[in-house]
Structure formats: structure tokens, C-alpha cells
């Protein structure tokens, strides 16, 4: 069982910045397979980004709305995985989710895990 905490969410200026974290516990974080998704208002849930283990390495994927201004990042000592974003636009605001153990393609919110998510607002 894992259990995930998100953070950092907030109100932030277009051309901003926030740096969202996800705590994980029950099980060694490192390693493990994860993505971030957003959902703003009225809208469906959608992909944001995700890393990806195999027994060597990381990848890294992004959405093309993202790209160039998000970059996931880890901190294996404590367990955490980061997702900064920067240049923010009023459109990336939604409710940010992180998840671990995907069951099917990264890009679909097919995972095992879910964390709470946590608010972020780009005001213009």
C-alpha cells in the first residue's frame, strides 16, 4: 500500500512559479513509476506528466501544454517527488494530482495510487 501527499499548491501570477511536492509512504518511493494530473473545473481529469523505472533508468513524459515549463524531479531521501512549474498561464489552473503504479499507459489516470490533490491558481 502506498499513500501519497500533495503540497505546495497555491495562488501564483501569470510567469510564476510552484514547486508541488508528493510525500509517499508505506513503500519505498524511489523507484516507483508516477505521473501528475490536473483537473480543472468542468473539465476531466488529464495528464500533466509522469517518470517512468524500468531496471536502469528513469523517462521522463510530458503533456505538450507543459512542455519546456514543467519538470519532474525526486528526492529519494526523503521519499518525495516533485513537480516544478514555471512560466505558469491562467490555464493551468486546476486541482494537481499525483499517483503512483500505473495499470495501463502513463498518459491515462489508470493507477493504482492517488494522492488528495492540491489547488493551484494562475491569476492573469
Known amino acids: 500500500q502506498v499513500h501519497l501527499v500533495e503540497s505546495g499548491g497555491g495562488l501564483v501570477q501569470a510567469g510564476g512559479s510552484l514547486r508541488l511536492s508528493c510525500a509517499a509512504s508505506?513503500?519505498?518511493?524511489?523507484?516507483?513509476?508516477m505521473g501528475w494530473f490536473r483537473q480543472a473545473p468542468g473539465k476531466e481529469r488529464e495528464f500533466v506528466a509522469a517518470?517512468?523505472?524500468?531496471?536502469?533508468?528513469?523517462?521522463?513524459y510530458y503533456a505538450d501544454s507543459v512542455k519546456g515549463r514543467f519538470t519532474i524531479s525526486r528526492d529519494s531521501a526523503k521519499n518525495t517527488k516533485y513537480l516544478r512549474m514555471n512560466s505558469l498561464k491562467p490555464e493551468d489552473t486546476a486541482v494537481y494530482y499525483c499517483?503512483?503504479?500505473?495499470?495501463?499507459?502513463?498518459?491515462?489516470?489508470?493507477?493504482?495510487?492517488w494522492g488528495q490533490g492540491t489547488q493551484v491558481t494562475v491569476s492573469s
Open positions: 508505506g513503500r519505498t518511493f524511489s523507484n516507483l513509476s
Open positions: 499517483a503512483a503504479e500505473p495499470r495501463g499507459n502513463y498518459y491515462q489516470d489508470d493507477y493504482a495510487y
Open positions: 517518470i517512468l523505472w524500468n531496471a536502469w533508468s528513469a523517462s521522463t
